[in-house]
């Protein structure tokens, strides 16, 4: 290897090792609680985590899968575990993100969709995602400056006009134009 390598690979072997001891745990599954066309779904997803549980893909596509059955609470450590294990991936922020919506976390997830937007900064479901936070938070004037900001944009966005619509619905102070 040569000399100049050497300390990127360090750097890299660090930021692995770190991110292994921060891992949460893959969540244990309640999966006899769930339908059995779900239960089956979830469980097989479930598995290939556990035979590959430093595989970045495996995590994130098992929080997608407790995700889209609405199994937030046990999506959320599943998109933290892809997130730590790829953070250059832009996708499992974003998803953990998402659920942290969900859950009611909106400190976390707006770091999450920020972050997000960090990795890449024009991705506006991520933007929509983080205005939509801060509106849930009671930060209504941040929300409304992200709005006005995004609908400066991309005018013909509904959703935008949507949200904006909320925060006036809500009493926030227009923002100067």
């Given amino acids: 290897m040569p000399r100049k390598s050497a300390p990127l690979a360090l750097a890299l072997l660090t930021s692995v090792l770190a991110?292994?001891?921060?891992?949460?745990?893959?969540?244990?599954?309640?999966?006899?609680?769930?339908?059995?066309?779900?239960?089956?779904?979830?469980?097989?997803?479930?598995?290939?985590?556990?035979?590959?549980p430093d595989d970045a893909a495996r995590n994130g596509i098992l929080g997608m899968v407790l995700y889209a059955h609405e199994q937030y609470e046990y999506a959320d450590p599943c998109f933290q575990r892809?997130?730590?294990?790829?953070?250059?991936?832009?996708?499992?922020?974003?998803?953990?993100?998402?659920a942290q919506l969900f859950l009611a976390r909106y400190d976390q997830a707006a770091a999450s969709f920020r972050e997000t937007l960090r990795l890449r900064p024009d991705y506006l479901p991520a933007e929509m995602r983080l205005a939509q936070t801060l509106m849930d938070a009671n930060r209504q004037d941040e929300a409304l400056a992200l709005y006005r900001e995004l609908e400066r944009r991309y005018p013909d966005t509904a959703e935008i006009h949507y949200g904006l619509g909320r925060i006036h619905a809500l009493g926030a102070r227009p923002a100067p134009q």
Avoid: C, M, N
């Fill in 19 to 52: 991110a292994a001891q921060t891992l949460p745990p893959l969540p244990e599954l309640p999966l006899e609680t769930y339908e059995p066309a779900i239960r089956v779904a979830i469980a097989e997803a479930h598995q290939r985590a556990l035979t590959k």
């Fill in 82 to 98: 892809a997130h730590a294990l790829d953070p250059g991936e832009g996708r499992w922020s974003y998803y953990l993100g998402r």
